[in-house]
T-cell receptor, first 115, second 115 residues
């Protein structure tokens, strides 16, 4: 079955330090991978995606993610965290073979950046 | 460009009552999705429309949930009768293969509490 796992429910980082939010996936074939961020009482905001090409993808707000096919991972990274980055982060994989391309989401990781 | 619009933002009802949510996608987006996000979990697809046709409703509890997109633009999701376990955030998203490679853009969501 297709699935996405975010092994950490919460990640705590000091402002200015690098951050990593982990994501692994299990899908058939080549995946389309996404990261979304959710602020309190807000919908999901698109951060970045990997479809093909360069394994390092750059997105909004200084975030980037690295696709690793051998480890089936797509970790989200940022060189220097800001307090305003504190939010809920979701990794998702898009199914493209059937069912019209729906997104399968991980359970989310709460990122807390302290001053 | 206007984003995905949803209303209402919040709704509180008693079990066995009915409720309806409305979504207006980004202009020109042919594909519309309804997701259910239960607290502490990632969003789960309920139904996907392509124009006014249903692509995937395999996860929709059809005995109580219904959705329509009659003119291929805005959509309504209805629950009748509601159960306690329907308490969740209902997210609408839209996409177009001509914009962002089919990336799904989400509305702010409707937070439903069933008492």
């Amino acid at each position: 079955a297709q699935s996405v796992a975010q092994p950490e429910d919460q990640v705590n980082v000091a402002e200015g330090n690098p951050l990593t939010v982990k994501c692994t996936y299990s899908v058939s074939g080549n995946p389309y991978l996404f990261w979304y961020v959710q602020y309190p009482n807000r919908g999901l905001q698109f951060l970045l995606k990997y479809i093909t090409g360069d394994n390092l993808v750059k997105g909004s707000y200084g975030f980037e993610a690295e696709f690793n096919k051998s480890q089936t991972s797509f970790h989200l990274k940022k060189p220097s965290a800001l307090v305003s980055d504190s939010a809920l982060y979701f990794c998702a994989v898009r199914l493209i073979y059937n069912q019209g391309g729906k997104l399968i989401f991980g359970q989310g990781t709460e990122l807390s950046v302290k001053p | 460009e206007a984003g995905v619009a949803q209303s209402p933002r919040y709704k509180i009802i008693e079990k066995r009552q009915s409720v309806a949510f409305w979504c207006n996608p980004i202009s020109g987006h042919a594909t519309l999705y309804w997701y259910q996000q239960i607290l502490g979990q990632g969003p789960k697809l309920l139904i996907q429309f392509q124009n006014n046709g249903v692509v995937d409703d395999s996860q929709l509890p059809k005995d109580r949930f219904s959705a329509e997109r009659l003119k291929g633009v805005d959509s309504t999701l209805k629950i009748q009768p509601a159960k306690l376990e329907d308490s969740a955030v209902y997210l609408c998203a839209s996409s177009s293969p001509r914009v962002g490679g089919g990336t799904q853009y989400f509305g702010p969501g409707t937070r439903l509490l069933v008492l």
